[in-house]
C-alpha cells in the first residue's frame, strides 16, 4: 500500500512529535519534521512531501512565507495552521497557495480526516475559517475601495484632506502650505467631489477612517 509522506514544520518539537506519534499510529502515514524554513528546504531537497502542515510562525519569516516557497518549489499540498486563526492570516495562506487551514487545537480523528482529505484532493477548511476568510475578502474589496478613492487625489489634495481631519480651516490650511485661500477652497470642493462627500466633516471622517483601515498596508498616497 502506498503511503503519504507528511511533512509537520513546527518549532516546537514537543508538538512535532505529538502530531508525528498521531499519525505514525495510522498505517497510511510516513511523518517527516521540520522546525524552520530551512529545515523544510533539506526535506524537499530530498524527497517532496505529499502534505505539509506549516505553522504560521515558522521561523525564520512565517508560514505564509513557507507556504509560497513550498508551492513554488514542490508538489506538495500545504496545510497551515495556528491556535488563533484571524481572517488576515487564514485568507494570507489561501492566497500563498496553502489547501487548507485548521487550527491547532482540531481535534485528532479531525486532522487524520483532513490530511486524508487534502491528500485526496480535498480543502481543508472548517465552516468557522471559511466564514474568517470571507470576511477578510470583504476587509480586502472595502480596503482596494477606499484606496481607489483615495487615488483619484492629487498629492496636493491628500495634502489639504489631512488637514482638514485634523479640523483647519482654509485660512490655516492657505498659510501652511503658502497658497491663497481661494486655491484651498477650490481642492476642497475637488477633494468632496472626487470622494462623493457633502462636507468637511465627513471628508475629515473620511481620512481617519482610512488611515486606520489601512494601517500597515502601505501609504495613503
Known sequence: MSRTKVLVADPFAIFRAGVRNLLRRESDFVVVEAGDLSAVQNVVATRCPDIALIDLELPPVGGVAAVQWLNEHCTAHTIAWSF??????????????????????IAPEGLIRSVRGVARGEAALSRDLATL??????????????????FALSSRECEILEH?????RNRQIASELTISEFTVKRHVQNILGKLELRSRREAGEFYRAANADLAGVGPLQ
Not at 133 to 150: F, K
Not at 164 to 168: D, E, S, V
Open 84 to 105: 488563533e486563526p484571524t481572517p488576515e492570516s487564514v485568507l494570507g495562506a489561501v492566497r500563498a497557495g496553502a489547501n487548507g487551514y485548521l487550527r491547532k487545537d
Open 164 to 168: 482638514l481631519a485634523q479640523g483647519a
Open 133 to 150: 476568510m470571507i470576511e477578510a475578502v470583504h476587509r480586502l474589496s472595502d480596503r482596494e475601495g477606499t484606496r481607489d478613492r483615495l
